[in-house]
């Protein structure tokens, strides 16, 4: 980068392993570009290596194993301008290698399994996203790739996954109830669980309502219950067909709004006509949301909630970013 921003502003990304993470950093630099925002996994925090981990029997999603003074002081002095030394995790080797200058860019996005555990590291946040697969669609999407790509047999990535959901379910899980947005992933519930119907999903968007610099996305009407079903003349869709709701709600003691899509789209140059019903969607022109979702057709969940959600909620924080460049620049100004 040229020059030094004059906000730094810092978003977090949180979920396990597998959740779809990268899809949702790809779509984020589909929006701010890739100067403008830089990435940092916080594995690149693990204080302990691959070999301590299993000498200790401490996993890399409990606490212990990470360096969360380090992660806080490192967060701040970005958030101030600063250019920091921060320590690499090697996936390859299991060991961590010396660190590598970062410098300030206007968007720092943090992305693991802890952006939200440490407190202190949690007030520097501007706009955090949690990822929340279901444990059924988190074995299936775990059993396509570990089974197809890797060749591990069913019963090996069930204990894989059975070892990490203690430490999972007492350090990552809780995260969600402090993020602005969660995105949760469910099996659909348009079929009868016997008849298997794979990929079809069932994806929420709950958002936390009283959010500073950030606005609900909302269906027809603000506030109220509904309950829709788009297809027909205007959306193409295929058994069992899609089924949309929108309604106000509480999660974790606190307000929020949800959106939600179950089914699967069947022509994404159709989400126009869904685009057109929904609200505050902070798109620069209408059909802006529709365009996105078709530049990365292949992405995964792209024709589903998942991909229409991340779309959203990457939409929700570059109008925060705008919104909080523009409160610096006012800032700046006045200080003339």
């Not at 570990?146 to 060749?151: H, I, L, S, T």
């Not at 894989?160 to 995105?183: G, L, M, T, W």
């Not at 024709?303 to 991340?310: E, H, K, T, V, W």
């Amino acid at each position: 980068m040229s020059s030094k921003p004059d906000r730094v502003v810092l978003i977090g990304v949180a979920g396990d392993s597998g959740c779809g993470k990268s899809t949702f950093l790809q779509r984020l630099t589909d929006l701010f570009g890739e100067d403008f925002m830089t990435v940092i996994c916080l594995d690149d925090y693990h204080s302990l290596d691959r070999y301590q981990r299993k000498e200790t029997g401490i996993t890399a999603l409990d606490p212990r194993a990470n360096n969360f003074d380090l992660m806080y002081e490192q967060m701040k002095a970005l958030k101030s301008g600063q250019t920091i030394n921060k320590p690499i995790y090697n996936h390859e080797t299991g060991l961590i290698d010396p660190p590598e200058l970062v410098e300030p860019n206007r968007v720092v996005v943090i992305e693991g399994l802890h952006p939200l555990h440490d407190e202190r590291v949690r007030s520097l946040i501007d706009f955090s996203v949690y990822l929340d697969i279901s444990d059924e669609v988190k074995i299936n999407w775990k059993i396509q790739r570990d089974m197809a790509e890797r060749g591990h047999s069913y019963d090996d990535v069930l204990a894989a996954i059975n070892a990490r959901k203690p430490d999972f379910e007492a350090y990552i899980d809780p995260q969600k109830k402090h993020a602005d947005v969660v995105i949760q992933i469910l099996p659909t519930q348009l079929v009868p669980k016997e008849e298997k119907p794979g990929s079809l999903l069932r994806v929420r968007l709950i958002q936390k309502d009283n959010v500073p610099d950030f606005e609900p996305v909302y269906l027809f009407d603000e506030g109220s219950t509904i309950n829709w079903v788009p297809c027909g003349r205007k959306l193409t869709c295929s058994y069992p067909g899609i089924k949309m709701f929108y309604g106000p709600d509480e999660y974790y003691g606190n307000s929020v709004s949800v959106l939600e899509v179950d089914g699967q789209f069947e022509r994404l140059d159709e989400m126009l006509y869904v685009e057109s019903h929904l609200s505050n969607t902070s798109v620069d022109f209408p059909g802006e949301m529709t365009e996105l979702l078709l530049k990365h057709r292949d992405y995964p969940g792209s024709n589903n909630g998942s991909g229409l959600f991340q779309v959203l909620a990457g939409l929700k924080m570059r109008a925060t970013y705008r919104t909080l460049m523009a409160k610096s620049e006012a800032q700046v100004k006045a200080a003339v």
